[in-house]
């Protein structure tokens, strides 16, 4: 019996001991391996700016690199907008990557399902679609002086970089309309298309007429039994010269780059020539003789024409084009409201004007938050203070790109870098130069963190806001979104899109300041 313990007793140290040792190897794998959730790089959001940033860095040899999207899929704005009609504004031409050029578009001016599409494609053919982590979202982030500390839906997060990749048509708009509650319907904003309530044979109000509703009303107006459209302000429609692109012309495109990048430098031209007339807000009038005949051919009825007439300058709000809209509100199913809803009492809509309309559902063309971006209350310096708080409504960054008192952190579509006539992506690819470059190096460079100075940050927005007053977004005489709670133009770029992307796309370390390791 003894003899039998002792063995066991033997047999047990050397187990003892194994088990010993392993556990001092987790402990010291735990204390010097690097957390799973610690990056050098993380990018805010998997649309069209995040995908753009996730694929340039990685192409630096940027390996480190996580993308946190709060959704099931990506695509950003292109997969939240799903109303009938959703299409670009802007040429397909011009709305691709440069480097990642899209000879597959099928009209003029690309729908909804084929830019996602493309996003989907991109990314895939990229390897960028392994580094998105779906259904995180961003829940708080703060700067701790070494590195950005993220809490997340998904547990925490810490990156030595972090980009802001959101975007300003995210976080749909929805107006404080008194009674709005009390409303016995069906209710829904455009970018949240509600696919399953079925629109025929409805009483349906749209509130808002902008690039939303320009799109998505002829769509639902023959479906409707009525349709009655509240539009607080009127807006310039210019004519949609959009065609179908043939698939002898796509095969072309496909074997011939060179076509199309010929074709791309054609349309970029002929959208500089309409930057330069909203510089210039004299031009802009000109052009609006355009946007009257249109609706003097289109819309017979001078009450109606008179309506649907602006009391602005073409340009002053976001260029519109449409073949259908004006058509649309001629006919007889639908009433135009030239007037803001006051309030809503049961099934009953109020205008401003003391018009009502009863109606079964709500849509909401109503916007986003553009320049009081959820994210901004999100970000947090070292001292705790949001990014909201620093700006008070009134968003300003360095070539819309980075923050004075936010190191290692870049917004992408940040303030002051959007433009009213070109694609967005050019902005876009131009902040990703200036981007790449300070991000690179600082990794390369074993830099703590790199930081734009408040002189610099200062001189910029100086320089912006001297150049607005005389452009068309100022001098139009509307008020637009371009506008934040402070009356202040925070959104646009007052100069042509060649010198943004001399201007933002170019990293000058003279206005940075350099943190090294100690």
């Keep these: 019996m003894f003899e039998h313990i002792v063995g066991r007793v033997s047999l047990a140290r050397p187990i003892m001991r194994t088990l010993s040792w392993l556990m001092a190897a987790a402990a010291t794998a ?59 504004d802007v040429p397909s031409a011009i709305y691709s990557y440069s480097f990642a050029p899209n000879p597959s578009w099928t009209r003029t001016f690309a729908p909804q399902p084929e830019i996602h599409k493309y996003l989907h494609d991109t990314a895939a ?15 708080r982030a703060q700067w701790t ?28 708009k929805i107006p404080d309309v008194p009674g709005l509650d009390g409303f016995p319907g069906e209710t829904f904003h455009s970018a949240r298309w509600n696919h399953d309530y079925d629109l025929s044979g409805k009483r349906i109000a749209v509130i808002g007429s902008g690039a939303s509703a320009v ?6 107006a023959p479906k409707v039994t009525r349709l009655h459209l509240f539009q607080r302000t009127a807006q310039w429609v210019l004519p949609k010269p959009d065609l179908p692109v043939s698939t002898v012309e796509r095969q072309l495109l496909h074997h011939l780059p060179a076509l199309g990048q010929a074709w791309r430098a054609v349309v970029y031209g002929a959208t500089e020539a309409f930057g330069y007339g909203f510089r210039h807000p004299w031009l802009m009038r000109q052009v609006q003789l355009a946007g009257q005949a249109h609706l003097r051919l289109t819309v017979r009825n001078p009450t109606l024409r008179r309506a649907l007439t602006p009391d602005h300058t073409l340009g002053c709000k976001r260029l519109l084009i449409s073949n259908t809209y004006y058509r649309a509100l001629t006919g007889p199913t639908v009433q135009v409201h030239p007037t803001a809803v006051r309030a809503v009492d049961g099934q009953r809509l109020l205008g ?22 959820p994210v901004a209350s999100r970000l947090h310096d070292t001292d705790g203070r949001s990014l909201a708080h620093h700006w008070r409504g009134s968003p300003q960054a360095y070539l819309g790109t980075t923050v004075a008192g936010f190191p290692n952190l870049y917004l ?67 008020s637009s979104y371009y506008h934040d709670s ?21 990293l000058d370390i003279a206005d940075y300041l350099v943190t090294k390791p100690s």
């Design 352 to 373: 401003a004007d003391g018009s009502t309309a009863e109606v079964d559902a709500i849509i909401f063309a109503t916007g986003f938050h553009i320049l009081d971006m």
């Design 145 to 172: 002086g070494t590195r950005w500390e993220l809490e997340t839906t998904a547990g925490p997060y810490t990156a030595r970089i972090l980009l802001s990749a959101t975007g300003p048509w995210h976080q749909p």
């Design 30 to 88: 735990r204390r010097y391996s690097p957390n799973m959730n610690d990056h050098d790089v993380l990018i805010i959001g998997a649309g069209a700016s995040g995908l753009g940033a996730a694929i340039q860095l990685t192409q630096t040899g940027v390996r480190d690199l996580v993308v946190l999207e709060k959704a099931p899929d990506l695509g950003g704005t292109w997969r939240d907008n799903t109303y009938p009609g959703c299409a670009c």
């Design 412 to 478: 992408l579509l940040g303030p002051n870098v959007a433009t009213g006539h070109t694609s967005v992506l050019m902005v876009l690819e131009a902040q990703l130069r200036h981007v790449v470059a300070a991000v690179t190096r600082t990794l390369r460079e074993g830099w703590t963190s790199l930081e734009v100075r408040h002189t610099a940050q200062k001189r910029f927005n100086a320089q912006v806001q001297a150049a607005l007053p005389g452009t068309v977004y100022q001098a139009g005489g509307c």
């Design 486 to 506: 402070n009356g202040r133009n925070s959104f646009i770029w007052p100069f042509s899109t060649g010198q943004l992307r001399k201007q933002v796309g170019r």
């Design 215 to 220: 799109q998505f009303v002829p769509e639902i």
């Design 125 to 139: 053919s990229f390897g960028i679609a392994g580094k998105i982590r779906y259904g995180v979202e961003v829940v």
